[in-house]
């Protein structure tokens, strides 16, 4: 034995970060939509409605965007992102059933 350590090969995610999968401008982009829809809000009520959606639904528009564009780069993030999906169909469901 040598003392050295042999490196197990694996495949490296393309990107580091918060925001891995995403390009940089969605998620801010997303971000600043909903506060633009929460602000007409203030003036709007009507729109509250549309505005607490739109906060709802950019976590899931950013998960369907890295389990698409990610699987052929970066199988487990995708795989990853699928299965945030399916917990939150599962917790609509559920609460469905509650209700």
Known sequence: MTGERKNIPFTPAPQTGETAGLPAWLFPAGFWVAVVALGA???FPALAVWAVGWVMLVPVLAAVWVAVAAWR???RLSVAALVALLGLAVVFFVKNLLA
Request: hydrophobic share 50%; aromatic share 0%; glycine share 0%.
């Open 73 to 75: 780069r970066d199988r």
């Open 41 to 43: 809000a203030v003036l």
